[in-house]
């Protein structure tokens, strides 16, 4: 679902025609997040033969494991919030399309705009307590309570890190409405 007409982002050949700096950072961000969709979609294959393995070692072997599920989380963690700028960025949350045949285009692009800053306000505060967070983790030397006693500072950067993305994004998509003129 997306959340209706998107005005940043429908007509491809006017988005690549923006200039200024919302746009040369709006495609930056494009390139980055296809990257980083590479990189995720790597480890969720890795997070399942991780399982998979888990799985059959125990069933099979009878051999403990102490590390899998942790990674499997780590790597799930990490998929997850580094590709949520990527997600924003193609309007693939779930959004209630109730009102978008009612709104008129520019009701449309207010109310696409009024959500845009409501979430970066959310996202904004998660991120800070996120960075919070991984400092505290990493200063303290927290690790999990399992054998392996992986340092947390792991998942709670990447977390930070994609949330801090995700804001960039939520940032570039509402400075687009108002940056300079497309190109003839």
């Given at each position: 679902?997306?959340?209706?007409?998107?005005?940043?982002?429908?007509?491809?050949?006017?988005?690549?025609?923006?200039?200024?700096?919302?746009?040369?950072?709006?495609?930056?961000?494009?390139?980055?997040?296809?990257?980083?969709?590479?990189?995720?979609?790597?480890?969720?294959?890795?997070?399942?033969?991780?399982?998979?393995?888990s799985?059959?070692?125990?069933?099979?072997?009878?051999?403990?494991?102490?590390?899998?599920?942790?990674a499997?989380?780590?790597?799930?963690?990490?998929?997850?919030?580094m590709?949520?700028?990527?997600?924003?960025?193609?309007?693939?949350?779930?959004?209630?399309?109730?009102?978008v045949?009612?709104?008129?285009?520019?009701?449309?692009?207010?109310?696409?705009?009024?959500v845009?800053?409501?979430?970066?306000?959310?996202?904004?505060?998660?991120?800070?307590?996120?960075?919070?967070?991984?400092?505290?983790?990493?200063?303290?030397?927290?690790?999990?309570?399992s054998?392996?006693?992986?340092?947390?500072?792991?998942?709670?950067?990447?977390?930070?890190?994609?949330?801090?993305?995700?804001?960039?994004?939520?940032?570039?998509?509402?400075?687009?409405?108002?940056?300079?003129?497309?190109?003839?």
């Open positions: 679902m997306s959340h209706g007409p998107l005005p940043d982002r429908d007509d491809q050949a006017n988005a690549a025609a923006r200039t200024g700096l919302a746009a040369a950072i709006d495609r930056g961000l494009a390139i980055l997040n296809s990257m980083i969709v590479v990189f995720a979609a790597i480890a969720l294959v890795a997070a399942c033969a991780i399982l998979s393995y799985v059959l070692s125990r069933a099979l072997f009878k051999a403990a494991n102490y590390w899998q599920d942790e499997a989380v780590f790597l799930l963690v990490g998929a997850t919030f590709t949520a700028a990527y997600v924003q960025q193609n309007r693939g949350h779930i959004g209630i399309e109730a009102f045949g009612l709104l008129s285009p520019l009701a449309n692009r207010i109310r696409l705009w009024l845009d800053a409501a979430t970066f306000m959310f996202c904004a505060f998660f991120t800070w307590k996120s960075w919070t967070l991984a400092h505290e983790a990493y200063v303290d030397g927290q690790v999990s309570n054998m392996w006693s992986p340092p947390l500072a792991i998942p709670y950067s990447l977390m930070a890190l994609g949330m801090s993305l995700l804001c960039v994004q939520i940032l570039v998509q509402l400075a687009l409405p108002f940056a300079g003129a497309r190109r003839p």
